[in-house]
């Protein structure tokens, strides 16, 4: 019987060692990783800074797309003239005709790609702009709230509870009001 005793008693002791050691295991474990996660295609179009940005490049080429409106309105008016008065023609004058739209349909199009390509380059300048604010809005946000990771767009699955693009999106906007009038985004 006593050695039943002895047994059990080193068998307790030995179970106490381990829940020991398991407990504090389990208090030097990190606490909790949070992950978030940011849907930045979402951010993008939605961020003031980012509309803005849009609206700035609108009213800067505006111009640009207008003076091109006179030249379209009268190749079409060539055109028209052409399937109208064509066949009539002399051969010189048809000729002289499809030149002179050919010409024009030419300069309207390289007008039109150097436009294209001007808008493209400042789009891109802009949302550079707008992309290190928005970056910083997420980063800030996830510091101040305890976050250890963020993860981008696109990702397989987020689930609504680690979706923080609501409350980064709600940050851009306040931090767009609060910027002094006369900034550029």
Known sequence: MRALVLTGAAMLGMLALQLLAASSAIAQAPAATRIGYVDMKRLLDNAPQVV??????????????????????????????????????????????KREIDALDRSIKRSRDAMRNDLKSRSDQELDKSWREINDAVVAFAREQGYDIIVPSPVVYASARVDITDQVLERLRKQFREKPAGTTP
């Open 52 to 97: 803005a940005g849009r609206q700035k490049l609108e009213k800067e080429f505006a111009p640009r797309d207008a003076s091109l409106k006179p030249d379209e309105k009268r190749l079409d008016d060539l055109r028209a003239r052409q399937q109208r008065e064509g066949a009539a023609m002399a051969t010189a004058d048809a000729d002289a005709l």
